[in-house]
């Protein structure tokens, strides 16, 4: 009897220990990754000189190489914050390295958002020149047309650009030709105001017009009249962006934040709860909710 009491108190003890190890074992996301892409992505956001930035950039790639070399980088996040530093180089050695270092992030997390795979791909043929394949890149001629960059239409198929998050080839060039019709923003350099705007996009033809009225292009004009701290004149292109697309819960998302910024908490709630109507998986209306209620 005591024998087996013992034994149950051995098994107990190995039981023990196998369950710490396997804690002790459990790998933390590398901060120092993260604090080196937050600082990748303040050098863009925050316009600073580009020969400031590129010195930056190799710093940053230098000490990835390390962590590399010290099996530093072994999370799924790991492998992504590293592939988008050396997204950021100069060559196709950083853009190479690129490709693989993210192939390995969703290796570890099949739930990966494989758009960055994509693009990163599509970077690094065009830097080694051989067309692209998915249809990411872009680039603005010296007669400010803009262009898709070459393309093997051949290698995959829209079914798969879909699972990789990009736009199908018809997709694509209408995105050109929205690229390349008038920008609102020219109205206002005309001495538009925003209410005059607003009145003549209600009476444009959207599918005949010369200007991008896109969902996505009146967002971003959007914030960027906030960010100038013109919130009222804001908060009308999110209105209007709205009524054209009363579908998409980003644009009740962002017509929400921009009535907070005007202390407005009543009709922002019922936008968020709009944005969430429209989109249960929207996290941030979801959090400001939980902040408002």
Same mark, same amino acid.
């Not at 990966?112 to 970077?123: E, H, P, Q, T």
């Not at 009308?236 to 054209?244: P, R, V």
């Given at each position: ?27 933390n996301d ?9 600082s990748d ?7 600073? %000189? /580009?020969?400031?930035?590129?010195? =930056? ?7 990835? *190489?390390?962590? +590399? #070399?010290? $099996? ?49 791909? %599509? /970077?690094?043929?065009?830097?080694? =020149? ?7 890149? *872009?680039?603005? +001629? #010296?007669? $400010? ?42 109205l206002l ?5 925003? %209410? ?14 010369? *200007? ?82």
């Amino acid at each position: 009897m005591r024998k087996v009491f013992l034994l149950i108190v051995i098994i107990g003890f190995i039981s023990c220990n196998i369950t710490n190890s396997v804690a002790q074992d459990k790998v933390n996301d590398s901060q120092e990754l993260i604090e080196m892409f937050k600082s990748d992505q303040a050098d863009r956001t925050n316009h600073i %000189d /580009r020969s400031i930035r590129q010195k =930056n950039d190799s710093t940053r790639e230098a000490r990835v *190489y390390e962590l +590399l #070399d010290s $099996n530093k980088v072994r999370t799924s996040a790991d492998y992504s914050n590293a592939a988008l530093i050396f997204h950021h180089g100069e060559d196709s050695v950083a853009y190479g390295l690129a490709v693989k270092l993210m192939k390995k992030s969703i290796e570890l997390d099949s739930s990966k958002n494989k758009w960055f795979l994509a693009v990163m791909s %599509d /970077r690094y043929l065009l830097s080694i =020149n051989k067309p692209q394949i998915y249809g990411t890149q *872009y680039k603005r +001629l #010296d007669n $400010n047309v803009v262009v898709r960059e070459e393309l093997d239409s051949t290698k995959i198929t829209d079914a798969e650009r879909i699972e990789y998050g990009v736009e199908t080839l018809a997709e694509q060039r209408e995105k050109v030709k929205n690229l390349n019709r008038k920008k609102l923003t020219e109205l206002l350099d005309e001495g538009k105001t925003i %209410d005059e705007i607003v009145l003549f996009v209600k009476n444009e033809d959207i599918l005949a017009t010369q *200007y991008d009225l896109r969902e996505t292009w009146f967002n971003h004009f959007g914030y960027n009249l906030m960010n100038e701290g013109k919130e009222e004149e804001a908060c009308k292109i999110f209105q209007l962006n709205k009524e054209l697309y009363p579908n998409s819960y980003n644009t009740f998302d962002s017509y929400g934040e921009c009535l907070l910024k005007l202390g407005d908490m009543e009709d922002a709630i019922i936008a968020y709860k709009k944005s969430l109507e429209l989109n249960p998986k929207n996290e941030n209306a979801e959090k400001v909710l939980s902040e408002l209620e």
